[in-house]
Each structure stands twice: as C-alpha cells, then as structure tokens.
T-cell receptor, first 115, second 112 residues
Framework: GAVVSQHPSWVICKSGTSVKIECRSLDFQATTMFWYRQFPKQSLMLMATSNEGSKATYEQGVEKDKFLINHASLTLSTLTVTSAHPEDSSFYIC???????????FGQGTRLTVV | GENVEQHPSTLSVQEGDSAVIKCTYSDSASNYFPWYKQELGKGPQLIIDIRSNVGEKKDQRIAVTLNKTAKHFSLHITETQPEDSAVYFCAASMGGAQKLVFGQGTRLTINP
C-alpha cells in the first residue's frame, strides 16, 4: 500500500513549450502533496505545497506563474512547467501525505530535459 | 528557517561492517526526523523515522538515534549488504511530513 505514481517518468520538450507532470496517490487519499526539484548529485529542494481544493503555497524564489500546480482531487496533483527553458531541466519529485497521518510517500520522479 | 547538515557526503564500507551517517539540525522546534534511501533515477523511499519524544528506534538492521539537546540524529546500518548501496537523505520538519528540509545526502557504497 501507499503507492505514489508520477507520470511521465521522463520527458523531453522543446524550449518555450509547456509540460505537465502528474502525481497520483494510487491507494490512499492525500489532502497535501509536495513538489520537489533535485539537480544531479544534490538534495531535494521543496518548490511548493499543494493542498486539495486550494491554491498552492510556493517557497521563496519559486515562480508560481512558471510552475503551475493544481490539486483538484484527493489523489491527483499536477505540476505544469510553462514556457520551459534548458535551465528548467531537472528531476522533479512529488510526495503525498496520507490524509490523517504524518507520513509522506514519494513518487518515482520525473526527469525533465528541455532542449 | 530550518537548516539540516549531513555528513559524510560519501561513505564506503566493507560488506558486513556497520555504516553511520550523521545529521544536525538548527531549529529546536523540529520534531520529526525521517531517513530516506534513494536509488539512481528513483524517488526517495522512507526507511525509518523518529519523533522528538523518542531517543532511539530500531527496525532490523537499521536504527536511528536522536539527541535533542545537541540537535543531532544519526542513522546506523549494521551487517551492511551490497543492496544497501544508495544515496541516503536525512530530513527534519516541525509537523510530521509537512515541509521536510533535507540534508545534502550521503552516497553509501558497500564493497563486496
């Protein structure tokens, strides 16, 4: 149990286009989900907190208009990277907190390459 | 805000030996300290966690200790096996899994 699935696992897109990444909790409900970014051989940096039915809370320095987050249901949050540029290339990871608990479960990550 | 420092950045041990990874945190209000294992190209996997009302927790070959006074916590892996090779991250937060702040990571290599 407690599986979080991200889709796609990897994506290559052209500069200037947008790409959407999905994060689904497959067997539990998650009122809160988190989006992280990880550069090669570095740690995870929190980008934003996504709460079901409300606006996401972004960390300092993260552009909310560039990284659009939608959490429309208790099992799905999406991250859309708009007008992607090569510097947006990174590993994006989501985590979902099982409603009523304090445990977070991570997705397998999405490797985004912008060319 | 919270700051988590993790050492060492790389660790190489012989199979069967023990491995210890240490983390320090800055905010005394932090009360939840999980450890994650991340394999190449995958997301982090929770391996053990500890809360501030406990000093030590063990799960088979893995144990975590917490010293609230000194604000540091450690991961101990005994009888290491090749499949323990991975990057390990510690983290801290003030409310369960809310807003985890991660350490820099430790690349653990188990030599056969």
């Amino acid at each position: 149990g407690a599986v979080v699935s991200q889709h796609p696992s990897w994506v290559i897109c052209k500069s200037g286009t947008s790409v959407k990444i999905e994060c689904r909790s497959l067997d539990f409900q998650a009122t809160t989900m988190f989006w992280y970014r990880q550069f090669p051989k570095q740690s995870l940096m929190l980008m934003a907190t996504s709460n079901e039915g409300s606006k996401a809370t972004y960390e300092q320095g993260v552009e909310k208009d560039k990284f659009l987050i939608n959490h429309a249901s208790l099992t799905l949050s999406t991250l859309t990277v708009t007008s992607a540029h090569p510097e947006d290339s990174s590993f994006y990871i989501c985590s979902a907190v099982k409603t009523g608990t304090t445990e977070a479960f991570f997705g397998q990550g999405t490797r985004l390459t912008v060319v | 805000g919270e700051n988590v420092e993790q050492h060492p950045s790389t660790l190489s041990v012989q199979e069967g030996d023990s491995a210890v990874i240490k983390c320090t945190y800055s905010d005394s209000a932090s009360n939840y300290f999980p450890w994650y294992k991340q394999e190449l190209g995958k997301g982090p996997q929770l391996i053990i966690d500890i809360r501030s009302n406990v000093g030590e927790k063990k799960d088979q070959r893995i144990a975590v200790t917490l010293n609230k006074t000194a604000k540091h916590f450690s991961l101990h892996i005994t009888e290491t096996q090749p499949e323990d090779s991975a990057v390990y991250f510690c983290a801290a937060s003030m409310g369960g899994a809310q807003k985890l702040v991660f350490g820099q990571g430790t690349r653990l290599t188990i030599n056969p």
